[in-house]
């Protein structure tokens, strides 16, 4: 049986809790951040979890998570 190749995109933007859950990086934090108040961009530094609906497809792109 052949390896099968980790999606490296993915790899980079989600990482496993150590209970398995997936998580990752909000988004709209990279440029136009003059009109974003402060509160909002305290809120988008912290990380979330990935859905569980989401997790399949994640999990098939990384196949050794």
């Given at each position: 049986?052949?390896?099968?190749?980790?999606?490296?995109?993915?790899?980079?933007?989600?990482?496993?809790?150590?209970?398995?859950?997936?998580?990752?990086?909000?988004?709209?934090?990279?440029h136009?951040?003059?009109?974003?108040?402060?509160?909002?961009?305290?809120?988008?530094?912290?990380?979330?979890?990935?859905?569980?609906?989401?997790?399949?497809?994640?999990?098939?792109?990384?196949?050794?998570?």
């Open positions: 049986m052949p390896k099968i190749k980790t999606h490296r995109g993915a790899a980079k933007r989600f990482k496993i809790t150590g209970t398995g859950k997936i998580k990752r990086s909000k988004a709209y934090k990279s136009i951040l003059t009109g974003k108040p402060a509160k909002r961009m305290r809120g988008l530094r912290k990380a979330a979890l990935v859905s569980k609906g989401e997790c399949v497809n994640i999990k098939r792109l990384l196949p050794y998570l």
